[in-house]
């Protein structure tokens, strides 16, 4: 059996829910049968992947569903070997280059010339080229980044890039300018709501517009996790009601209580005591800067107007901190520190005002 | 992977049988390629007489297409400008296509490029020797040329390795070094080459060639799109002619409207840039925080944001000389913050509250 998130998922281009003029845009781009490279990027769970994978079928018919995953060891001019898992179909490959670590490069290189050396002579029947979609290519080391600049050029008659990534930010201008970039908008709460209703009704269910719309919230326009707290509802409670409880995750209100013993009392003690929960989520792998976004959204409720831009600050500057170091620890108690003192002060200058 | 590369091998090896019997479908088959290439490659100057707007170079490329010798090279520029046409474009007339491949050894930033490959690779390429004659008997010229494209990210030792052999080779061999930023590349490689500078590309000149494509391509083109390519690509061609296609690609027959292309370019609509700015007037984090957080789950670059908001902060009028340095310099902080990896939300939010503190308490 499996979750709704995969057994839901549209594989058409036609049968997306939201853009949808975006989708048909992306019809019109293959529809001659061929396309640039592609860069990719929304925020999570806003449908970068079922869009890759619905124009990929438009161009190669049912063929890219058969997919298999395969472990691959690359070997560095260093003699270093790294395995590498990549889920492929006939037609296209896709891999996390990122998760090669630092040799990202040689990893990416390989495998695109492999690729482009290839052919397929089938042209009736196919294409000419075959596409490679990287992931988290915002995760690419700079190096690997600029060792795509040219093969991107050179191999264009063999094979497609699509990349892949959250934030464009991290990807160099001249990978940026070899592309075509599409953006996917996270789903607004009622686009959102709305499947979450088709979807249930296509397993026989009925979800009130109400709890839809809470799912949503909660959700933070993330559908992917919309849709898992949505079946987790359906576990939870069926006939649904209205004013059902919806679940969160466990960490989150862990975070949440660890903000309310932050604003509670600002002592070295309690630093102390935060640290270790700070620790527990970390060996939980919630990845750092969403525990320190998280903690900063439930400290900001509790301060006022001048403060809020102190502490937002702060948090902008330990977590820029945090990328670069390399024990995230140190980042997050650091800044949980300064909120502590400036927190304190700001209620001293306060008392001391009153008299 | 083994069983994608697999099918591709197999029809490798029937097709070998194929095709030598039906050469006359292959011609067909070669045209229909010629539509399936980017614009970028198929508009690449093909001599370099159709490199414009950098005079220089193309004068001293011509000369030594004329038999004069030449000097190392040390191309450095924004992307887009012509780099690598140029020297490609020259290397082709000098040598024809037949003795390309002997001649010209081009190494770019993805091969592997360290100090061992610098030391074999090059040297055995630069030690051959090279005869001044074609195997046609006509004359050309007596050295080869090693390109070494995206030098700037070749390490320092890999420099040093190759300016060894670069003095040892002198006779037979000329370097091409093509890089962005010329401060990457060691002294002492740098003091042995002729140096040109690409400049970014004229407006006209962008322009010209822009129009020149569309006729080609028989595509239309309102006449604001083309500022808006302008705007949109600094200088440089590959990305207008990029931007152009997609477009052209996202609307078939139909004509390109600036928006379009400002769509396709990632820019950020004006009014959105507007509403940040209105926001800031406000004093309210809360409000802020939203209107931020929306932009961020409409999936615009942090970088995008931060240029635009930029632009309008320079040019505001209601902010004085202080408060604008004030802004921009945390603008500035933002930015490095932000090529660094660091969260897009958080320093958003940091250069915003500093905007709205200047604008709503400058004085305190
Ligand atoms: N000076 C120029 N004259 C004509 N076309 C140019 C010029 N500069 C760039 N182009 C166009 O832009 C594309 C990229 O140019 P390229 O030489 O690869 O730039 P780079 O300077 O980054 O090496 C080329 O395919 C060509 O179509
Ligand atoms: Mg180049």
């Known amino acids: 059996m499996s979750l709704w998130v995969d057994k839901h998922r549209p594989t058409s281009l036609n049968k997306l829910d939201y853009h949808k003029d975006q989708a048909s845009r992306l019809k019109m781009l293959v529809q001659s049968g061929d396309f640039p490279h592609l860069l990719v990027y929304g925020p999570s769970g806003s449908g970068k992947k079922t869009r890759i994978m619905c124009l990929l079928r438009e161009l190669y018919g049912s063929g890219v569903e058969k997919l298999r995953i395969e472990q691959n060891s690359f070997t560095t001019p260093s003699n270093k070997k790294i395995e590498i898992s990549t889920i492929s179909s006939n037609y296209h490959i896709e891999v996390n280059p990122s998760d090669a670590g630092n040799s990202d490069r040689v990893v990416i290189q390989e495998l695109i010339k492999t690729v482009a050396q290839v052919n397929q002579l089938e042209t009736s029947t196919q294409k000419e080229f075959k596409v490679v979609v990287l992931t988290e290519v915002d995760r690419l080391t700079k190096d690997a980044q600029h060792a795509l600049r040219r093969t991107m050029e050179k191999y264009m008659a063999t094979c497609r890039l699509i990349l892949c990534c959250n934030s464009t930010s991290k990807v160099i201008p001249a990978i940026h300018s070899r592309c075509l970039g599409i953006r996917v908008a996270a789903p607004t709460i009622e686009e959102i709501s709305q499947i979450l209703q088709s979807t249930c009704k296509k397993e026989g269910l009925n979800l009130p517009l109400e709890l839809a719309k809470k799912i949503a919230v909660k959700s933070n326009r993330n559908l992917r996790r919309a849709l898992l707290m ?105 800044f949980v520190a300064k909120f502590m003192a400036i927190y304190k002060r700001f209620f001293e200058e306060g008392i001391a005002d009153l008299f | 992977m083994q069983a994608f590369l697999k099918t591709g091998s197999s029809k490798l090896s029937t097709s070998k049988e194929k095709v030598t019997p039906s050469s006359s479908s292959s011609s067909k088959e070669s045209k229909d390629k010629r539509k399936h290439v980017p614009w970028v490659e198929k508009y690449r100057p093909r001599c370099v007489d159709d490199v414009a707007y950098q005079d220089e170079v193309v004068a001293v490329l011509k000369k030594s297409l004329e038999g004069s010798d030449l000097p190392n090279l040390l191309f450095y520029g924004s992307p887009g400008t012509g780099k690598t046409s140029t020297i490609l474009a020259a290397a082709r007339e000098l040598f024809g296509h037949e003795m390309y491949k002997t001649r010209i050894l081009e190494l770019n930033a993805s091969d592997e490029r360290g100090i061992s490959v610098v030391r074999e690779k090059v040297k055995t390429f630069a030690q051959q020797s090279a005869s001044g004659i074609r195997p046609d008997g006509k004359p050309c010229p007596p050295f080869k040329i090693i390109i070494l494209d995206e030098a700037d990210s070749m390490t320092g030792d890999a420099q040093s390795a190759l300016r060894r052999t670069m003095e040892k080779e002198s006779k037979t061999t000329r370097f091409c070094l093509i890089c962005n930023y010329v401060s990457r590349i060691i002294e002492p490689i740098a003091s042995r080459c002729a140096k040109f500078r690409f400049k970014p590309l004229a407006e006209d000149v962008l322009k010209k060639r822009l129009r020149y494509i569309c006729g080609k391509e028989e595509i239309t083109c309102e006449e604001e799109a083309f500022t808006a390519l302008l705007d949109t690509s600094e200088g440089d061609l590959r990305k207008a002619i990029t931007h152009l296609q997609s477009a052209s690609r996202f609307k078939g027959e139909e004509t390109i409207t600036k928006d379009d292309i400002y769509d396709i370019a990632g820019v950020v609509p004006a009014e959105v840039i507007d509403q940040i700015i209105k926001v800031c007037h406000s004093d309210s984090y809360e409000k802020l925080d939203k209107t931020i957080m929306e932009q961020i789950f409409n999936g615009h670059s942090g970088m995008q944001l931060i240029n635009q908001i930029h632009d309008k902060i320079v040019v505001s009028d209601e902010l004085g000389d202080k408060q604008k340095s004030i802004i921009c310099d945390k603008l500035a902080i933002v930015d490095k913050y932000l090529m660094d990896g660091a969260d897009e939300y958080l320093q958003i939010m940091a250069l915003c509250t500093t905007i709205m503190q200047q604008i709503c308490h400058a004085d305190k």
């Not at chain 1, 969160?248 to 630093?271: C, F, H, N």
Request: charged share 25%; proline share 6%.
């Open chain 1, 230 to 334: 949505c079946e987790a509802c359906r576990v939870q409670q069926y006939p649904f009601s209205p004013d059902q409880e919806v679940a969160e995750p466990d960490w989150e209100l862990y975070l949440k209580e660890t903000a309310g013993m932050i604003v509670q009392q600002q002592s070295p003690k309690r630093l102390l005591e935060v640290r270790a929960r700070l620790y527990e989520l970390l060996t939980h792998c919630i990845p750092p800067d969403v525990i320190m976004k998280g903690l900063l959204q439930e400290l900001i409720t509790n301060c006022d107007g001048q403060l809020k831009t102190e502490v937002v600050q702060n948090a902008a500057f330990f977590e820029h901190r945090l990328q670069l170091g390399q024990k995230a620890i140190y980042h997050l108690e650091a």
